[in-house]
């Protein structure tokens, strides 16, 4: 193809509203567009390049007998895996079935940094796993995610892996390129190598020393609606209070969750514990109608809520809790004296510093760009939905599904982060956009143009593809453009090239170039790419 036709115009300067250097430099070259507030298009060198993944992560679930379906960007996909489920799983014969699609996708929130990393709009491979057990599944999902992240190895990604969790999910994996300007989070112990999102991170909760249950006693609060102005207030550490948050299931039951002052509620892990897909934070007038006062809130004599503790919380004697008047708190309140929950369970979040939950070290922050995640569904949300198989047995049994999402757009943006220089992109050749940048100044010398056009058929027919810039351009124009775009080799037909007995072969990296015959060209490129 020639450059004239990838209708794009390099730039020398980088866009005001990009800050990562990979990002910069796929807009600089003509990769991507900005179309609106978050929104990127992908122009004919961009294209190629999400062409040629697709094709390779394609050809990777081949292998496993993955079957290819087409998702219209107007329906979720998470319903459609389970219509089309439901119309064609008959028999365990059919299982494990692997099912996969190229969907739109749209981002919940803005993320930081501009170009393909912050894209509101991307494009995702979604694949739907359906097994006929928890055993069959784990087998499953590792051969699943062992091609896909094959495939993340093979273009010099490296990735780190760990638990996350969702409302609905059973189990979940998720695999993140380090980036310490991206906005997603793993907490990791360096001296056992746990790993987790923070959602599904736990962390060993550290007791203090004994203490003697203290009695109970209302004291007045004015003004003292946060923990922050509580303690301050009461002259306490906020690790010596009770923090009331309450919730909304989807049944309109009203959930009272106790974490200690100084953590947060972890909404993810409440879900999980209750057995709901979702929560909501709940109204004032829902709060009163149990009997408690928002901002002062206690579960001590509540009626009418479920009451979930965490079990640091529980463990914390002499805690300073609400007492359900405004302007009042109670000091020295104690689970399992002064009241109550349906469950204890580990629902505060995890941060940096806390103490690992395998072997006490403490927990870093990591940040990134999650690329890959994995989740499987629990067992009885599918029961519901009437996914089910005819067993072995005879008998109707609830199919396991595990769904794995690979964001395409967001693996282009951390591709150019991590195959980048000072002078632009070095994209790998198995998903650089054209093999060969070939590069032609002809001058007055007729032979050149007539060599450059032997080469571009000898290319051609070898099965590269090929990039010509025989543009009325000076040479550090084009070679700079060739360096900005990043292919893998830069070919440059001249007299002086001529004269030394072949064409200036340069690999992108490379600081020297060498003469090579035609034929040498066309073998280094295969050598390359295959």
């Known amino acids: 193809m020639r450059f004239l036709y990838l209708f794009v115009q390099t730039r020398r300067e980088n866009p005001a509203d990009v800050d990562l250097p990979g990002q910069q430099f796929l807009v600089r070259a003509g990769y991507i567009q900005r179309l609106g507030r978050g929104v990127y298009g992908l122009l004919a060198l961009g294209r190629r390049v999400e062409q040629r993944l697709e094709a390779r992560l394609s050809a990777s679930l081949a292998r ?14 998470r319903s459609a895996w389970l219509e089309i489920s439901r119309s064609h799983l008959r028999s365990y014969k059919q299982l494990p079935a692997l099912l996969f699609s190229y969907s739109p996708y749209l981002e919940p929130s803005p993320r930081r940094g501009g170009g393909l990393i912050a894209s509101a709009t991307t494009r995702v491979l979604e694949l739907a796993l359906l097994s006929a057990s928890t055993d069959q599944a784990a087998g499953a999902e590792g051969l699943v995610a062992g ?123 409440l879900c999980r514990v209750l057995g709901v897909e979702s929560l909501r934070p709940a109204l004032d007038g829902e709060i009163r109608a149990v009997g408690a006062e928002p901002g002062y809130a206690t579960p001590v004599g509540l009626k009418g809520a479920r009451v979930v503790v965490d079990s640091l919380a529980a463990a914390s004697p002499n805690l300073v809790a609400g007492a359900n008047r405004p302007g009042y708190h109670l000091l020295n309140v104690n689970f399992g004296r002064d009241y109550a929950a349906e469950m204890v369970a580990e629902i505060a979040q995890a941060h940096s510093g806390d103490a690992c939950p395998e072997c006490g070290g403490a927990l870093a922050e990591t940040r990134g760009v999650v690329l ?121 037909v001249s007299e002086r090239a001529l004269q030394q007995g072949g064409v200036e072969a340069r690999l992108r990296g490379d600081a020297e170039s060498r003469v090579l015959t ?12 295959l």
């Open 372 to 492: 890959l995640r994995a989740q499987r569904s629990l067992p009885g949300i599918l029961a519901g939905q009437s996914l089910l198989y005819m067993a072995e047995s005879g008998r109707t049994q609830p199919v396991t599904l595990t769904r794995f999402t690979l964001n395409l757009t967001r693996l282009m943006g951390c591709l150019a982060e991590r195959w980048s220089d000072a002078s632009g992109l070095r994209l790998p050749a198995t998903v650089a956009p054209f093999g060969v940048y070939l590069v032609v100044l002809a001058g007055k010398n007729p032979a050149v143009a007539e060599a450059a056009s032997g080469l571009l058929a000898a290319l051609e027919a070898a099965g590269i593809s090929v990039l010509l810039d025989d543009r009325v351009e000076s040479p550090g124009v084009k070679f700079n453009d060739a360096d900005l775009i990043g292919l893998p080799l830069r070919l440059t």
């Open 147 to 269: 091609e896909l992240l094959g495939e993340l190895g093979s273009l010099g990604m490296p990735v780190l892996g760990g638990a996350s969790a969702a409302p609905g999910v059973e189990t979940g994996q998720a695999w993140m390129f380090p980036l310490a300007a991206g906005d997603d989070v793993l907490l990791q112990c360096e001296e056992c190598g746990y790993s987790a999102e923070p959602a599904a991170a736990r962390f060993r909760r550290v007791q203090g020393e004994p203490e003697t249950q203290q009695a109970l006693q209302e004291v007045a609060t004015p003004n003292c609606k946060t923990i922050a102005e509580l303690a301050t207030f009461l002259n306490v550490p906020e690790s010596r209070t009770a923090k009331a948050v309450f919730m909304t299931a989807p049944d309109g039951q009203l959930v009272f969750a106790v974490v200690r002052g100084d953590c947060e509620l972890n909404e993810t892990a």
């Open 64 to 77: 496993l007998e993955g079957a290819e379906v087409y998702l219209p960007g107007e329906v979720d996909a």
């Open 518 to 529: 035609p034929d040498e060209a066309v073998r280094l490129v295969l050598d390359l790419i």
